[in-house]
């Protein structure tokens, strides 16, 4: 069984800039309903399927699996349920973690924050100075809700 142990932040500035080199993303959702999502994403010429449980005290179920490029891309195209996100996701190393940083593009455009994850839900960490208020709790930041609710549409 896999387990998804994630906390979300917002930015604190543009520190993070230069960091790391940023990958494209691509991603929409065949199913979003009650608390669960299937999930097909493109990072750069590859793609996978993951399947998420409801998020419960920054823990969720999580189970993905790589699928055929053409297969994702066909996916993306012609069975997702609502709009399709994508973003330049930067891998930046800070104190023994990976921070990604996602920069979203499109719809989302001016959208960017960071996820770090975890090995268990009380794990310690430090947070770098470009780092700001944490949103792992609000839903309007989960991308399955970005996907219907797109930040140019956000009342700010």
């Known amino acids: 069984m896999g387990v998804e142990i994630e906390r979300k932040f917002l930015m604190n500035g543009e520190g993070w800039r230069g960091l790391a080199e940023g990958v494209h993303y691509k991603q929409g959702y065949l199913n979003n309903t009650g608390g669960r999502t299937v999930r097909v994403r493109t990072i750069g010429d590859k793609a996978y399927l993951t399947i998420k449980g ?40 800070f104190e023994g973690f990976i921070w990604e940083v996602d920069e979203f593009l499109g ?4 959208l960017i924050f960071a996820e770090i994850e975890l090995e268990h839900a009380d794990q310690q960490f430090t947070t770098p100075p470009w780092i700001g208020k944490e949103v792992t709790d609000n839903p309007r930041y989960y991308n399955s809700n970005i996907s219907r609710t797109p930040y140019s549409l956000w009342e700010k």
């Open 107 to 110: 719809e989302n455009s001016g």
């Open 54 to 93: 409801a998020t419960v005290n920054a823990s969720r179920l999580e189970y993905e699996y790589e699928i055929p490029f053409e297969d994702g891309c066909e996916m993306l195209e012609k069975l997702c349920v609502s709009s399709i996100v994508e973003k330049m996701r930067h891998k930046i190393p």
